[in-house]
């Protein structure tokens, strides 16, 4: 190999730990602006005949230029672009594991309450009751979910508000005074 086609092999190397730099510390951006910086310079330098892209023909010269500019954007971008990737992936299982850990806390507010929590789909059944509601209503959690609230509740009581429970305009939060079975 000449003298510049191992200066610029020189080059790659001092400016590879930049461009690596770059992309570890400022991810894609960080890549970016560095391979672009070491891009002006090199050219600029090139242009002006020093460096190590001018030793031979233009067309020589302007062929080592675009492969070493090639290898240096490749490599940082590729990395740029793994770290940036490994960076939403711990930021999404944070997240997971954020929404996990509210949803354990809920759970345990809900399960341990000294009120009976009933949810009820749109077809008024069942969908969740916590212990406390189970045991005041005599039932076990399993025995109410998939069952109406009228198998839970006197005729008598129920029949004046059907229209409302079926229909509400907002979400029900009431504590009802009924009668249950």
């Known amino acids: 190999a000449s003298g510049t086609e191992q200066s610029g092999t020189v080059l790659a190397a001092a400016m590879t730990p930049f461009v690596l730099w770059g992309a570890i510390r400022f991810e894609t951006c960080g890549a970016t602006a560095v391979v672009f910086l070491v891009s002006c310079i090199v050219v600029w330098e090139t242009g002006l005949g020093r460096g190590p892209f001018s030793g031979s023909t233009a067309a020589h010269n302007a062929a080592l ?9 490749v490599s940082g971008l590729t990395l740029a672009a793994a770290i940036a990737e490994r960076s939403d992936l711990i930021r999404q299982q944070a997240r997971l594991e954020g929404v996990a850990d509210s949803d354990r806390k809920y759970r345990r507010i809900v399960e341990t309450a000294n009120d009976g929590i009933w949810m009820l789909d749109d077809q008024l059944v069942t969908i969740f009751a916590n212990q406390r509601l189970a045991s005041l209503l005599g ?43």
């Open 139 to 181: 039932y076990t959690v399993p025995e109410m979910l998939g069952r109406s609230v009228f198998d839970f509740v006197f005729e008598e009581d129920w029949r004046p508000n059907t229209a409302d429970l079926r229909h509400p305009r907002e979400p029900v939060n009431e504590q009802p005074q009924e009668r249950y079975r």
């Open 65 to 73: 230029l675009q492969a070493f500019l090639a290898v240096i954007s």
